[in-house]
């Protein structure tokens, strides 16, 4: 059963750091497609950052120049990297993995193109 599991979250002050990583587990195929999403208190989950096709990346424009997604094939591992952490950050981050690059490349991420999903970890940014 392939299992996501994301670690890496907490509480920081605004202005602060954090990365997050997420292990896939359990898949026989080569990753092609993940990403981060975040659900902010009362709003909807929303795609945050996306690596595809063995490195290319995209990124919502809320984070760009702040986040940096990245891939370690071999360990079956994805990170963020949050910098210059706002408020507005503070959410549940979710790692998500679909086997079709589509899902990743298309512009738009959207919850429901994602196969699989990790439990999401806390991330609070005080200000």
């Known amino acids: 059963q392939v299992q996501l599991m994301e670690s890496g979250g907490g509480s920081v002050q605004a202005g602060g750091s954090l990365n997050l990583s997420c292990v896939v587990t359990?898949?026989?195929?080569?990753?092609?497609?993940m990403a981060w999403f975040r659900q902010g208190p009362g709003k909807e989950r929303e795609g945050v950052a996306t690596v595809y096709s063995g490195g290319r990346t995209a990124y919502a424009d809320s984070v760009k120049g702040r986040f940096t997604i990245s891939q370690d094939g071999p360990k079956n591992t994805m990170y963020l990297q949050m910098t210059s952490l706002k408020a507005e950050d503070t959410a549940m981050y979710f790692c998500?993995?679909?086997?079709?690059?589509?899902?990743?490349?298309?512009?738009?991420?959207?919850?429901?193109?994602?196969?699989?999903w990790g439990q999401g970890t806390q991330v609070t940014v005080s200000s």
């Open positions: 359990d898949y026989t195929y080569k990753i092609v497609c």
């Open positions: 998500a993995l679909d086997g079709w690059v589509r899902s990743c490349s298309g512009g738009n991420l959207a919850e429901a193109d994602f196969t699989y």
